[in-house]
């Protein structure tokens, strides 16, 4: 009989079955599967951001209003002289020839010691009337304001100087509508006499040519131009 030898024993290292290998796999999708379907912890929502309030910030300390400033004596003597000013403005000849009477009864002995406010009324009303010479004695009235240099006269120097320059253009002006006018008279002077020698001369040429023209004076002389 012949001799069969034994199969081989399987190796270790060897494949499993078919069969083993499906129950592996099926194994595996198994827990797969239920680790898929077992409850999964909720989703831990976001902290809310802070809410932030706004805080106002404090309100800023009271300013203490600041006192107002006392009415300087200079802005009291500027005042006052606007508001004689216009008294005057208003006034008819008559009455302001008889202001500037009172006022001048108000001076002292001394004109440049006087009170600066009868300094300063006069010299005004005199340069509203107009009269030859007035502008020329209210100028001399201001110097011993705008000269000084006393400290009581200081607050009446500011208004004394603006007014002793309009008086001063004042005077100008008048001085130049005087030279004018002497001018227009002169012309007209100068006019009236040439006038009076034309005539003269025509007179003159009249009783010549009446002479010529008489009896026994032969043939009449050809009359000239006229003149």
Request: charge should be neutral; aromatic fraction near 2%; glycine fraction near 4%.
């Amino acid at each position: 009989m012949p001799h069969k030898s034994p199969p081989a024993p399987a190796s270790l290292h060897s494949r499993p079955s078919t069969p083993r290998r499906a129950a592996v796999l099926a194994g595996a999708l198994l827990c797969g599967a239920c680790s898929w379907l077992a409850p999964q912890p909720p989703p831990v929502a976001p902290a809310p951001a802070p809410v932030v309030v706004a805080v106002p910030a404090p309100p800023p300390p009271p300013v203490a209003a600041e006192p107002l400033d006392p009415v300087k004596p200079a802005d009291q003597v500027t005042r006052r002289l606007l508001a004689y000013h216009e008294q005057l403005r208003l006034l008819a000849p008559a009455d302001l020839a008889a202001e500037i009477n009172r006022l001048n009864a108000q001076l002292a002995p001394d004109e440049a010691a006087s009170a600066p406010d009868v300094l300063l009324d006069l010299s005004l009303a005199l340069a509203q009337q107009h009269n030859p010479g007035d502008l020329a004695r209210a100028a001399s009235l201001l110097d011993p304001l705008t000269q000084a240099a006393t400290p009581e006269l200081q607050p009446w120097q500011a208004i004394a100087r603006l007014l002793a320059g309009r008086i001063s253009e004042q005077r100008r002006l008048d001085d130049q509508v005087e030279r004018q006018s002497a001018q227009l008279r002169d012309t007209q002077r100068n006019m009236q006499q040439l006038t009076e020698k034309l005539e003269a001369l025509k007179a003159i040429e009249r009783s010549m040519i009446k002479r010529s023209t008489g009896p026994g004076g032969g043939e009449a002389a050809p009359a000239g131009p006229n003149r």
